[in-house]
């Protein structure tokens, strides 16, 4: 079945601590996306990525970073520079480079700095 | 003022009532606009789409309003199973930037 994967599910780090949330995508989308979303609140743009090698920062991008070497990975580090890293972090892609189409959703990774 | 902006929550409704959501944007350029239906810390996932002409999905229609500039979702004789929280998305002008509400919930009682 065609989708995206996101590892871990849970994660747990220290404060100071870079961690590296995986996402793949058998669906060959061209685009990929990650989200932040807050007890709350609905989801915030971190990054995206419309082609290989390429990415843009969205709306809340420091204390991230990323990288698109292949089409299927997305991988994103979250920094020790991220002040408030505890949240639900989801990747998505879209099917094309118009962005204007369905969100398809990994089931998340959820992130605790003890 | 937030570019998309959901009515607060929580809608509190019995089973078989018909409930309204809107969401209004605040960029006229604004491209495509979805809804998507969230359970308790799950990730969301696509409800409808919304047009202009309005859509129609079983007991949901989705209306677009680009004058007033807002989307509306309906829902007719409520289950029990649509308890969730419900998030409108607005794609703008700028490739590959959503934008997300902050989702209403909604609890369908007995």
């Known amino acids: 079945d065609g989708g995206i994967t996101q590892s871990p599910k849970y994660l747990f780090r220290k404060e100071g601590q870079n961690v590296t949330l995986s996402c793949e995508q058998n669906l060959n989308h061209d685009a990929m996306y990650w989200y932040r979303q807050d007890p709350g609140q609905g989801l915030r743009l971190i990054y995206y990525?419309?082609?290989?090698?390429?990415?843009q920062k969205g709306d809340i991008a420091e204390g991230y970073s990323v990288s698109r070497e292949k089409k299927e990975s997305f991988p994103l580090t979250v920094t020790s520079a991220q002040k408030n890293p505890t949240a639900f972090y989801l990747c998505?892609?879209?099917?094309?480079?118009?962005?204007?189409?369905?969100?398809?959703f990994g089931e998340g990774s959820r992130l605790t700095v003890l | 003022r937030k570019e998309v902006e959901q009515d607060p929550g929580p809608f509190n409704v019995p089973e078989g009532a018909t409930v309204a959501f809107n969401c209004t944007y605040s960029?006229?350029?604004?491209?495509?606009f979805f809804w998507y239906r969230q359970d308790c810390r799950k990730e969301p996932k696509l409800l409808m789409s919304v047009y202009s002409s309005g859509n129609e999905d079983g007991r949901f229609t989705a209306q677009l309003n680009r004058a007033s500039q807002y989307i509306s979702l309906l829902i007719r004789d409520s289950k029990l199973s649509d308890s969730a929280t419900y998030l409108c998305v607005v794609w703008g002008t700028n490739a590959g930037k959503s934008t997300f509400g902050d989702g209403t919930t909604l609890t369908v009682k007995p």
């Open positions: 990525s419309q082609i290989v090698n390429d990415f």
């Open positions: 960029n006229s350029a604004s491209q495509s």
């Open positions: 998505a892609s879209t099917k094309d480079r118009a962005n204007t189409g369905e969100l398809f």
